[in-house]
């Protein structure tokens, strides 16, 4: 079976409410594999029940960089927390963490996720299904 997403993100400021004479468009170009992220991993997780940092970890150290993570919560009650690094902060010293929660049922993209570091993902309350989709070079 073959693997497909699809994002789209558009945005309009406008002092109008008919979004007339726009202050701001934000349209990015479709993305596109000849000049664009060539490689892709897409994985069913099953998470941890644990503390932020003391899940279970998704590597990414196949990618040189990632352009964007997406992360799907597969259960209807328990919220996952992903740790991660960002790619701007790696170098500091000393390094900080990022924790982001992804409630039940919902999603998550990330668009500065050091490779290096991977992620961690660890549920609350009990063991949760999760969907991770990640690009890059």
Do not use: W
């Not at 000049?35 to 892709?40: I, M």
């Amino acid at each position: 079976m073959a693997d497909y997403l699809k994002v789209e993100v558009k945005a309009t400021y406008s002092k109008k409410s008919d979004f007339s004479s726009p202050k701001v468009v934000f349209e990015p170009a479709a993305y596109n594999p000849t000049t664009g992220p060539d490689e892709y991993k897409h994985l069913e997780v099953e998470c941890d029940v644990g503390a932020a940092g003391a899940g279970t970890t998704v590597f990414l150290s196949e990618f040189a960089s990632v352009d964007q993570v997406h992360i799907k919560n597969n259960d209807a009650t328990n919220k996952i927390t992903v740790r991660f690094r960002t790619a701007a902060n790696f170098a500091a010293s000393p390094q900080t963490v990022t924790d982001l929660e992804v409630a039940a049922g919902k999603a998550a993209v990330l668009t500065d996720v050091n490779a290096a570091f991977g992620l961690d993902l660890a549920a609350t309350g009990a063991v949760v299904e999760a969907e991770v989709f990640a690009v890059g070079t």
